[in-house]
């Protein structure tokens, strides 16, 4: 419990005014893809220059509260050969569920040791899918059981269940399937015992799905997905950090900035990666000379996010590249 009040004293710097989350947890695999697309092989070199980039940005701290890192960051160099995460969900409709729990009580122990004071569980449900009632079920639950631990070993959990960016469906059915999701998840979360005021919550805004014909404006999807978080989420969760799932860099932003143009009883923020990242990786190109321009990059990203959580973000002045979508379809964590 002690440990615990020690991270929930933290929790009041990540959820600060104006500050948000850096994600950059992409696991060995996903970040080999990201740096397959600016011509770089998967190295640790090359995986350590970029998340060395990331985080020695100058002053990157003034807008970003806390990061959100891969084990090999954690303990800077590790082999790859570990299997957690997403995995086929026997029984389902070819959906996911995401394992680890087995000795996980060891693990957060050992994390906390090692420095960390949060972890994250990301869980995905998707829409075409079903989803099914059964993988619905198994998310909320895994997601439950994982806070459980991680809060009894002294770290805050971010508890992240995905509705993916996946389908054609409109913007009342993700509403629908979010619905049941986020009160499941609240459910099993009470079952186990584990402490709103020691959570973050990490979802996916309400948004039609990609591939919809009718999209929706920042207003639409923060009316939607505010109205959702009033019906659905206590309180006392001190922070809902969202993913950013595929959309554009300034539609992540826009969007943020909708929902943060008035009072909200939790810190309404972002923990995103790719809406973070993309400029700033393509600009670097793993080349050391555009080190200082990419890190830039990331600083315009982090800075118009900040100012997203107050709610005064404009869009003046934003490049084509931060306004393409990044949506990939049956995109694996
Ligand atoms: P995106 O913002 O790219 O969706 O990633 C957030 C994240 O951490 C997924 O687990």
Excluded at 234 to 244: E, H, K, T
Aim: aromatic share 10%.
């Amino acid at each position: 419990m002690f440990q615990c009040f020690t991270s929930f004293y933290k929790l009041k710097t990540v959820a600060s005014p104006g500050r948000g989350i850096l994600a950059m947890d992409e696991s060995n695999a996903t970040c080999g893809k990201r740096l397959a697309s600016i011509g770089l092989e998967n190295t640790e070199a090359n995986r350590q220059a970029y998340r060395t980039l990331l985080v020695t940005a100058p002053g990157l701290g003034q807008y970003i509260s806390g990061a959100i890192l891969f084990e090999e960051t954690l303990y800077q160099s590790t082999t790859d050969g570990k299997k957690m995460g997403l995995v086929p969900l026997a029984g389902s409709n070819d959906e996911s569920w995401c394992q680890g729990l087995d000795g996980l009580a060891s693990r957060t122990a050992a994390y906390y040791q090692q420095g960390a004071r949060f972890a994250k569980w990301r869980t995905v449900v998707s829409i075409p899918n079903g989803p099914s009632a059964l993988a619905v079920r198994e998310a909320a639950w895994g997601l439950a059981r994982y806070a459980a631990i991680a809060q009894d070993n002294g770290l805050v959990p971010i508890v992240e269940p995905e509705i993916l960016l996946d389908g054609d469906h409109g913007i009342d059915r993700t509403f629908e399937v979010a619905q049941k999701v986020w009160a499941e998840v609240f459910f099993y979360l009470a079952e186990n015992n584990v402490m709103f005021e020691g959570i973050l919550l990490k979802p996916s805004m309400v948004t039609p799905g990609a591939e919809c014909k009718e999209k929706a404006t920042p207003q639409q999807v923060a009316e939607y997905t505010l109205k959702l978080l009033h019906r659905r989420i206590p309180p006392a969760v001190p922070g809902i950090m969202f993913l950013s799932g595929g959309q554009s860099e300034v539609e992540a932003t826009l969007n943020l900035n909708a929902m943060n143009q008035g009072p909200n009883p939790w810190h309404v923020s972002f923990s995103y990666a790719r809406a973070l990242q993309n400029t700033c990786l393509k600009t670097w190109g793993g080349r050391p000379e555009n080190v200082k321009a990419a890190q830039d990059t990331l600083l315009t990203r982090a800075k118009a996010n900040s100012l997203a959580q107050l709610g005064k973000y404009t869009g003046e002045g934003e490049s084509e590249e931060a306004k393409k979508g990044m949506f990939v379809k049956g995109y694996v964590y």
